[in-house]
């Protein structure tokens, strides 16, 4: 069966010839494109609407009450690290108690709700790009996606920041290659204040290119850097860290959770040592910065010890580009068994990303199950982002060897 013929390309819209290789030329930065900041503002539209009491709330929310206690702490010379629910790196504290001194309570709380809005819309907009349709119907499933996700909801209500730092560590990935310095200055600082995105530096240290690889450096440096500035922190954030290790919540999304439900222990340093390991050996084999974020998009929360719903929005441009391949084969499925297994194929992966929006619902409803059935039901939502990516490299080597065959 001849290609069908592509359809026309807009501002975000990324080439939906989706796995290890997405054409570099294709997958820019996004911001400068036409159609690109239509889908962001869509994106935020259907946000704000939907979750305007979380955005707009006068009194701090659960987790900006330990931001904020932490912050003030510091500033009154104690241990930010005094509530064991702060986890976050010296940076962050220093960095967040620099801010609430200049811009006091209310101003800092409206920087950090207007970046993690941006940082969310981003990455919606990223997993859009890869869905078939016109402009205007790509706009309205980025407006669908910031209004409905449940996820989404969870990541506002409770303040938290995985998303933002997550963003800025991920979405530098797919042009680390064009601009390595600011890449690579994002990704360092960004792990520093939050390490959601930390294997993302040895993937990019490992991935093809010079300039990716100078990128990597960059990160390491920076990242190092702000370590060192913030140095006599380090021993009340590492105890305490290390505490909270020892303990993590029930009903974290990570495979150390469901490891302990079937009476197993898994390391978190193994963990990410594993994952690490796996994602520098994937990333020799990605052929330009669009396979990198997809790759870093999986990575980055199945390292992690402790995930909760929000930290999954790191996998929408994967979720997008498993759905987009998929459509596209329902549309240009022969009639018939073809068709009917294209079909079949996109019902499967939509229940997975649908796993990962309602990931929060499905922890909860496995609380009261059997620890194996619990395993078992915290496993979609984990392991869904790996097996969307999986799919989309063998359909891609599928694809690539077709002809040959």
């Given at each position: 069966m001849p290609p069908s013929t592509p359809p026309p390309q807009n501002g975000?819209?990324?080439?939906?010839?989706?796995?290890?290789?997405?054409?570099?030329?294709?997958?820019?930065?996004?911001?400068?494109?036409?159609?690109?900041?239509?889908?962001v503002v869509a994106a935020v539209a259907g946000m704000v609407l939907a979750h305007h009491d979380s955005l707009f709330a006068r009194a701090p929310l659960f987790d900006e009450r330990i931001y904020l206690g932490?912050?003030?702490?510091?500033?009154?010379?104690?241990?930010?690290?005094?509530?064991?629910?702060?986890?976050y790196p010296p940076p962050f504290a220093a960095a967040g108690a620099g801010l609430l001194?200049?811009?006091?309570?209310?101003?800092?709380?409206?920087?950090?709700?207007?970046?993690?809005?941006?940082a969310v819309a981003l990455l919606v907009t990223r997993g859009v790009a890869f869905l078939p349709g016109g402009r205007w119907t790509r706009r309205l499933v980025a407006a669908a996606i910031g209004a409905l996700s449940p996820a989404i909801g969870d990541a506002f209500a409770f303040g938290n920041l995985s998303p933002l730092f997550g963003a800025l560590a991920l979405l530098p990935l797919a042009w680390a290659s064009r601009a390595p310095a600011v890449a690579g200055g994002l990704l360092g600082a960004a792990i520093v204040a939050k390490p959601t995105g930390a294997v993302l530096l040895p993937l990019l240290a490992a991935a093809r290119g010079r300039l990716r690889r100078r990128a990597a450096f960059v990160a390491a440096a920076v990242a190092a850097l702000l370590l060192a500035a913030t140095a006599r922190e380090l021993p009340a954030f590492l105890a305490a860290a290390s505490e909270a290790a020892a303990g993590v919540p029930r009903g974290s999304?990570?495979?150390?959770?469901?490891?302990?439900?079937l009476g197993l222990r898994l390391p978190p340093f193994l963990l990410f040592a594993v994952v690490a390991l796996a994602a520098a050996a994937a990333a020799r084999r990605v052929r330009d910065g669009g396979g990198l974020l997809l790759l870093g998009a999986v990575a980055a929360p199945l390292s992690l010890p402790l995930v909760w719903s929000h930290t999954l929005l790191l996998t929408l441009p994967v979720q997008g580009a498993a759905l987009g391949a998929a459509l596209d084969d329902v549309r240009n499925a022969a009639p018939g068994t073809s068709r009917r297994r294209a079909g079949l194929t996109l019902a499967a992966l939509l229940t997975a990303c649908l796993a990962l929006h309602t990931a929060y619902g499905l922890a909860g409803g496995a609380a009261g199950l059997a620890p194996p059935l619990q395993a078992l039901l915290l496993a979609l939502p984990t392991f869904s982002p790996l097996a969307l990516l999986l799919w989309l490299a063998g359909r891609q080597r599928h694809r690539e060897d077709g002809p040959a065959a």
């Open positions: 975000w819209h990324l080439a939906r010839q989706s796995g290890w290789h997405l054409p570099e030329g294709r997958l820019q930065s996004g911001w400068h494109l036409e159609g690109g900041w239509w889908l932490a912050f003030a702490r510091r500033l009154a010379g104690g241990s930010a690290w005094a509530d064991p629910w702060f986890l001194r200049l811009f006091g309570e209310t101003g800092l709380l409206a920087l950090l709700r207007a970046l993690n809005l941006a999304l990570s495979p150390v959770e469901i490891v302990r439900l």
